[in-house]
């Protein structure tokens, strides 16, 4: 090929390139999309709007009834209801990669989870607060999130009693002063009780066959399950409770917020994610699957 030619198609390549920019590097492989970064918005009056500009929300949580709340020699919070709790400062302060960030954690317990919310130290309680007029005559409260109740206790070998109806003549152990003892003979007449002072004490009975089951709430007997897995959980609950995330009454300071929990509450059932962590935290004790309450 002649000096001309090679000339004249150097020129060419050179204009070629120039018609086309050199191209910016791709995004890198490590940045977060920007959607997973956007923070939802609200109205200015709406105390999700609040919370967004303070940067936390503080959640009141219980300390040690496994496995529904926890929190280890860290301080860090698991268990059922902190991760529901995790899903809520989700849909305020969008997705974080350490969502904890965000939460200031306030421990309760059953005597002090109202204060907690009408002295203004915690903005939501999810800690086991039963849905009652008593507590709805001073706090706000969402539908329910969570339903547990009295239940019984069997051997595993035991497949005379499946539920109340099967406890004629048989004998339930109770602790002393739960009041169950009166929730199993409402529930069938002709059962026997026996209360000892402790939970342990009633397991030690099971065993050595002194009575036919325990009585007790559902969280305790996931408990006594779990130290003596020769054991199971049977029949309809003896007495239901339902439970809902609570919040200070609104007097204009909380505009909007119970019914922005109330939505959050039905999207959570809905997509699934109570359903995922029912069965991470709750189905290895409980035996059972449940996609709501």
Same mark, same amino acid.
């Given at each position: ?21 050199? !191209? ?49 020699? !860290? %301080? ?13 400062? $989700? ?53 329910t999130y969570f339903v547990s ?51 342990? !004490? ?20 996931? %408990? ?21 995330? %609570?919040?200070? $009454? ?21 997509? %699934? ?12 004790? !409980? ?7």
């Amino acid at each position: 090929m002649n000096a001309p030619r090679l000339a004249a198609l150097a020129v060419i390549g050179v204009a070629l390139v120039a018609c086309f920019p050199e !191209s910016s590097p791709g995004p890198s492989a490590t940045l977060t999309p920007a959607a997973t970064l956007a923070r939802p918005r609200f109205e200015l009056a709406t105390y999700m709007y609040a919370l967004q500009t303070k940067g936390k929300i503080r959640i009141g949580a219980l300390d040690n009834p496994a496995p529904i709340s926890s929190r280890d020699a !860290s %301080g860090r919070y698991s268990g059922f209801e902190p991760d529901l709790g995790r899903e809520l400062a $989700k849909a305020i302060f969008g997705p974080r990669q350490d969502i904890d960030t965000v939460i200031e954690w306030i421990s309760v317990d059953s005597s002090t989870a109202v204060t907690a919310l009408t002295s203004l130290q915690a903005d939501v309680v999810i800690a086991r607060l039963p849905i009652t007029d008593e507590h709805a005559a001073v706090i706000d409260l969402t539908d329910t999130y969570f339903v547990s109740g009295e239940r019984l206790l069997v051997l595993t070998s035991n497949d005379e009693i499946k539920d109340l109806a099967d406890l004629d003549t048989k004998t339930v152990c109770v602790q002393s002063g739960s009041g169950v003892d009166a929730h199993v003979t409402d529930a069938n007449d002709s059962a026997r009780t026996l209360a000892l002072d402790t939970y342990a !004490s009633c397991v030690g009975a099971l065993q050595q066959g002194q009575v036919d089951a325990i009585g007790a709430e559902e969280l305790t007997l996931w %408990g006594l399950a779990r130290q003596e897995p020769n054991t199971k959980i049977v029949g309809h609950a003896l007495l239901e409770q339902r439970y809902g995330v %609570g919040t200070k $009454k609104n007097t204009s300071d909380r505009q909007g917020f119970l019914p922005f929990l109330n939505s959050w509450l039905a999207g959570v059932i809905r997509d %699934g994610t109570w359903g995922r962590l029912y069965a991470q935290h709750i189905t290895p004790l !409980s035996k059972e699957t449940k996609t709501s309450p």
